[in-house]
Each structure stands twice: as C-alpha cells, then as structure tokens.
Nanobody
Framework: QVQLVESGGGLVQAGGSLRLSCTVS????????MAWFRQVPEKENTFVAG???????YYSDSVKGRYTISRDNSKAIVYLQMNSLKPEDTAVYYC???????????????????WGQGTQVTVSP
C-alpha cells in the first residue's frame, strides 16, 4: 500500500523560500511519476509541478522559474523548492502519485490516484 506524507510547510514572508518534502512508502518509488498540486479554500486543486520516473520535470506557468521539483530515489522523497514566494502562492500543497507512469506528463488531478494529507504554505505580504 502506497502512502504519501508531506512536510515542510509553514509561514514565510513574500520573497522568501520554503522546501516541501513528500516521503513515499510502499511500492516501487523509482517507477512512479509524481507531482505537486495546491488548493485554496472553495477552489479546485491546481497543478504546480511534476516529475516523471525518468526525471523529466514540468511546471505550471504560475511557478515556472521560481519552483523546482526533484526526487531522491534512494530515499523515496519528492521535493518542491519554492523561491521568490508570493502571497498568491498561499495554499495547501499536496503531493500525488500518478496512476500510470507510461502515459506521459499530466496536469490533471484525475490522473493521480494516491494523495498525501497536504501541508499548509502561507506567504505574508
């Protein structure tokens, strides 16, 4: 049974940085495509960044150039380095595992079957 646990959220001032971690247990991590999504109250979650099992990365336009997704297969962890944070980055951030790893990149939440519990990121002005 695959489980995802996020950590690293918190409160930071605009312009600051945070690094989120997603620790994966169960299954064969190196074979998984992974992603980060975020959600604000009363809105659907939105794609932030993804990393394929071959380390190909892709980003939403809103975070491109500021965020970096990476993975450590030896530790079964996915990271999200967030720099130059803005108040509009405030959200609950979720780590997710893509259901199928051979279908290419995807920014649709319906293509992901396992989710973590989320970690709150708050960026003050």
């Amino acid at each position: 049974q695959v489980q995802l646990v996020e950590s690293g959220g918190g409160l930071v001032q605009a312009g600051g940085s945070l690094r989120l971690s997603c620790t994966v247990s169960g299954g064969t991590f190196r074979n998984y495509d992974m992603a980060w999504f975020r959600q604000v109250p009363e809105k659907e979650n939105t794609f932030v960044a993804g990393i394929r099992w071959r380390d190909t990365t892709y980003y939403s336009d809103s975070v491109k150039g500021r965020y970096t997704i990476s993975r450590d297969n030896s530790k079964a962890i996915v990271y999200l380095q967030m720099n130059s944070l803005k108040p509009e980055d405030t959200a609950v951030y979720y780590c997710a595992k893509k259901t199928l790893s051979w279908t290419g990149t995807s920014d649709r939440s319906t293509d992901y079957d396992i989710w973590g519990q989320g970690t709150q990121v708050t960026v003050s002005p």
